[in-house]
C-alpha cells in the first residue's frame, strides 16, 4: 500500500526523465533528445493508432499459432472464444485477442524483456513497479495527454533541445518503436545472440535519428514535384504522369513521413494530368477546345502563385527563423488546389478527344453534380466554353455567317450550288454537336433564323435592313451565360423567339407578294392536276392522233403548237402571261413499243425563290400528272365509245345481225363509265380537293418557309397515297392499269366493228341502189353470189367480235373482283369506301 502511494505521489514526466538520464548514462544533450523523442511518442495520435483491431484478423493469428502446438489447443480456444462473443461485458474484444497474440508470440523471450527491466534498478522509483511502468505506454492516449496537461518542465525540456527538430525526433522514435526496434526484432526473429542492452538499445535509437530524411529536404522535393520535376527522393512514374517516391534513397523515410508524401504526390500527379491535356490539345483543339485549356491554365498560374509562397516560406524558415514549415502545413497550402484539380483533371478526362458541343456538353454535366465545388469548378470552366459558342451563334443569327474553321459548331454548311437547294441542303443541325442545354426545338430556331438571313441575302437579293433591329441588337448585348444558366435562359430564348419570328416573316411575305407564291400554286393545280377541266379535255382531243404514234415519230414542236392551239381557244387564255410561258409539253424516257400517250407530260417550270419550294418536287408532280392523265384518257375514251354506239345504234338500225353484239358491248361500257366515274370522283374530290384544303390552311397558318415546305410535302405525299401511286398501293394501281388496258382493248373491238359495219353498210345501200336503178333488171348471179358470201364474212366476224368481247368481260370482270378485294382489304378507310361504292348492290360478287 505505501509503495503504490509513493509511486503515485510521483509525476510520471519525472519518472521518464530520469529513465532518458538513465539510457543517456548522465550525457545532458542526449538526455534532453531522448526526453523529446518519449514525449513525442506519447503524445502522437499514431501511438494509439498502432493497434490492430480486426477481430477475425487477430482469431485467424491465434488459430494459427494454437494449431501448430496441438489439435485440443485449437478447439479449446474455439470454446472460448465463443463463450466472449456471448458476454456483454467485454466492449473491444479485437484489442484484447491482439494484447493475448502479442504475450503469445513474447513468450519464447521473457527473460530478455525481464533482464531489460531489471537493468532499471538503478531507478528507485521505479523497481517495484516494472510491468507498471510498460503497461501505461499503450494504456491511452487521454492518459499521455494529461501528463502533458499538468506538468511544467516540458517547455524546460522543449526549449533545451539542440538543433535538431522535433520532428525527427519524432520521426526517428517511431521508426524504432513501430517496426526497427530491438524488442520486436527478438521477438519476431529469435536467435542464438546475447540479449540487447539498454546502451543498443539507445545506440539504435541515436543511428535511427541521424539516418532519417529531414522534411526540409522532403518540402523541397515535394515543390519540384508539384511542378513536374524529379528530385533527389522522388521521380516520376515508368510510363505514368505520377511521381512515387525513390526505393533507393527514400529508404530512410519514416512511415509517417511516407504516408504525408504519398498524400501530397497525389497534388503533383493532377498538375502533370492537367499539364498532359493542355500541351496535348493546343494544337490541335479548336476555339472552344482552347478556351477550356486558356481556363486550366488560369488554375495552374494561381497553383503556381501558392507553390511560389511555399517556396518562400520554407527559404524564410532557415534564413530568418520563422515558424517550422513542415508536410502537415503543406496540406493546408495545396488543399483547395487539390479539390480544384480533383474536378478539373475529371472534368478534362471527360472532354478528351471531344470537340465543339460535344465539349460543352460533357462540362455542362458537372454543373449538376451534389458538390459545391464542383459546381463552381464547371461553371467557371462552362462559362469559359460557352464564349466562343456564343460569338459563333451570335454571328449566324445576326449575319448568317459560320465562322468555324474547326467544325465545332452546331450548324454546319455544305458546298452546294444550285440555288433551289441552299435551304434544303446547304445547311442543317449537327445532332452530336448540339450543347445539352440546347433543346431540339431550339436549334431548328437557331438553324432556321440562319438560313433565312442567307435566303433572304442569296436567294431573294434582299439587301435591305432586317425588320425589328433592336431585338437583334438586344440579343448582341446578352452574355454567354444565358445560354446555360437558368435565370438567364429565358430571356436569350425569348430574343430568339423574336429573332426567328421576324426573319421568318420577311421570308414570307417576299415569297406570297412578290415572287407570287399562291399563284404558282393554283397554276401547278390546274395544269400539272388537272384541274382545269375545259383546257385539258381539248387538249386531250388535239393530241389524240398525233399521240396514237409510235413514241419515236413524234415531236416536240409538233406537241407545242397543239398546246398553243388548246390554250387560246379555252380559259388559259385568260391566264398570267407568265405563267403561260413557264407551262410546256415534255417527253420521258420511252423504250420499243410505247406511243405517245405513255411518254407524253406537262411541266410547269418554276425557278428562282420559289424554286426552293417546287423545285425538288417536279417528279412527284410528274408521277401524280401520269396517274391522272391515263384516268382522264380513259374518261375520255369511253365517252367517245358511248357517242360511237350511239352514232351506229342509228345508221345500222337495218343490219339485224348487229345488235346482239352492239347489246354485248354496251353493257361491258356501261360497267366501264360506272367504275371510271367512281374512281375519278375519288381521285378528283376526295383526295385532292380535300388535299388542297388542308394544304392551304397550313400554308395561311405557316410561321416559317419549313411550313410551307412541309405543307407542300405533305400534300403531294397525300395525293401519292390517294392516287395508288405510294410504296404500299403498288398492287392496286397494277390491277388499275390492268382494268385502263381492258377498256383500250374495249376500244379496239368497237372500232374494229364499226369498220366492218360501215363497208357492210355501205355494200348492202350500193346493192340496194344497183337493184332501184331505172331499166335495171335486178342482180346477176355473180352480184348474188358475192353479196352471199360477203354476208357470210360478215356473220363469221360478228360471231368472233361477240367471242371475244364476252370474254373481255369476263376477264375484266375477275380483275375488277380481285381489285374491290384488294381495296376491301387496304387499311385505309377511305379505299375500303370507295370498294363499297364500286360495287354498292353487290353486283361484283367478291366473296
Known sequence: MNSSTSLESTNQPDLILKLCSHFAKNKPVLSTNLCKIAFSVLSSPAAACNITSDEQYMVIQIKHILASQGRESAEQFELLYSNM??????????????????????????????????????????????????????????????????????????????????????????????????????????????????SSFTDSLIQAELNLVSERDLL??????????????????????????????GKNLSPIQRGLVERLLGMSFLHNQLKQYCDTNDEQGGVICLALIATLRDELSAYYRTIALLQTALKKQVCLDQPQMTLHKALVYIHEHRVRFEWLAYIAEQCNEKKGGALITAVHGFLQHGSKCAQEVSEKVLTAVCKPLYIMLSRWLLDGEINDSCNEFFIEARDITAAERLWHDKYHVRKSMVPSFITMDQAKKILATGKSINFLRQICKDSGQMPEKDVLQKLSRTTSESLFSPEQSLEFDSALDKVYRETSLRVLDLLKNKYRLFEHLQSLRRYLLLGQGDFIRHLLELLVPELNKPAQDIYGHTLSAILESAIRVTNAQFEDE?????????????????????????????????????????????????????????????????????????????????????????????????????????????????????????????????????????????????????????????????????????????????????????????????????????????????????????????????TKVKHLAQTYEQFVKKYLMLLSSSSNMNLQLLSVRLSFNDYYKII
Not at 128 to 150: D, W
Request: glycine share 4%; aromatic share 10%; net charge neutral.
Open 578 to 802: 407568265d405563267t403561260l410561258q413557264r407551262l410546256n409539253v415534255s417527253f420521258m424516257g420511252h423504250s420499243q413499243g410505247d406511243t405517245g400517250w405513255d411518254v407524253f407530260s406537262l411541266v410547269y417550270i418554276v425557278d428562282g425563290p420559289v424554286g426552293t419550294i417546287f423545285q425538288p418536287t417536279m417528279t412527284i408532280y410528274q408521277c401524280l400528272f401520269g396517274a391522272l392523265w391515263k384516268a382522264k384518257r380513259m374518261e375520255f375514251v369511253l365517252a367517245t365509245m358511248r357517242k360511237q354506239q350511239i352514232t351506229m345504234a342509228k345508221m345500222f338500225r337495218k343490219i339485224k345481225e348487229l345488235k346482239p353484239v352492239m347489246h354485248v358491248i354496251h353493257i361491258l361500257t356501261s360497267e366501264m363509265i360506272h367504275f371510271l366515274h367512281q374512281t375519278q370522283y375519288y381521285f378528283l374530290f376526295e383526295v385532292l380537293e380535300c388535299s388542297w384544303a388542308e394544304m392551304l390552311r397550313r400554308v395561311n397558318q405557316a410561321e416559317c418557309l419549313d411550313d410551307i415546305i412541309s405543307a407542300h410535302t405533305v400534300f403531294l405525299n397525300s395525293v401519292q397515297c390517294g392516287v395508288l401511286l405510294d410504296e404500299n398501293s403498288r398492287l392496286l394501281f397494277s390491277q388499275l392499269r390492268s382494268i385502263y388496258n381492258f377498256i383500250l382493248t374495249l376500244e379496239g373491238h368497237q372500232e374494229a366493228l364499226n369498220e366492218a359495219a360501215t363497208k357492210e353498210y355501205e355494200a348492202y345501200m350500193e346493192l340496194q341502189a344497183k337493184m332501184e336503178l331505172p331499166g335495171s333488171y335486178g342482180l346477176t348471179e355473180e352480184d348474188e353470189i358475192a353479196a352471199k358470201a360477203r354476208a357470210e364474212d360478215f356473220h363469221q366476224f360478228l360471231n368472233s367480235i361477240r
Open 85 to 198: 462473443c456471448k458476454t456483454n461485458v467485454l466492449q473491444n474484444r479485437g484489442s484484447i485477442l491482439n494484447f493475448l497474440l502479442k504475450l503469445a508470440r513474447s513468450a519464447p523471450q521473457k527473460d530478455i524483456l525481464w533482464n531489460t527491466l531489471e537493468s532499471l534498478d538503478k531507478f528507485p522509483s521505479t523497481t517495484r513497479h516494472k510491468s507498471n511502468l510498460f503497461l501505461k505506454r499503450g494504456n491511452s492516449q487521454e492518459s499521455i495527454r494529461s501528463i502533458f496537461q499538468g506538468h511544467t518542465t516540458i517547455k524546460s525540456v522543449q526549449s533545451s533541445s539542440t538543433n535538431i527538430p522535433s520532428s525527427r525526433l519524432t520521426t526517428a522514435t517511431s521508426s524504432v518503436w513501430s517496426s526497427k526496434n530491438e524488442f520486436d526484432t527478438v521477438t519476431s526473429k529469435p536467435s542464438c545472440k546475447p540479449p540487447p542492452t539498454l
Open 220 to 249: 523541397q522535393d515535394l515543390i519540384y514535384s508539384f511542378q513536374g520535376i524529379e528530385g533527389r527522393f522522388l521521380r516520376k512514374e515508368v510510363g505514368g504522369v505520377g511521381f512515387t517516391i525513390d526505393p533507393k534513397t
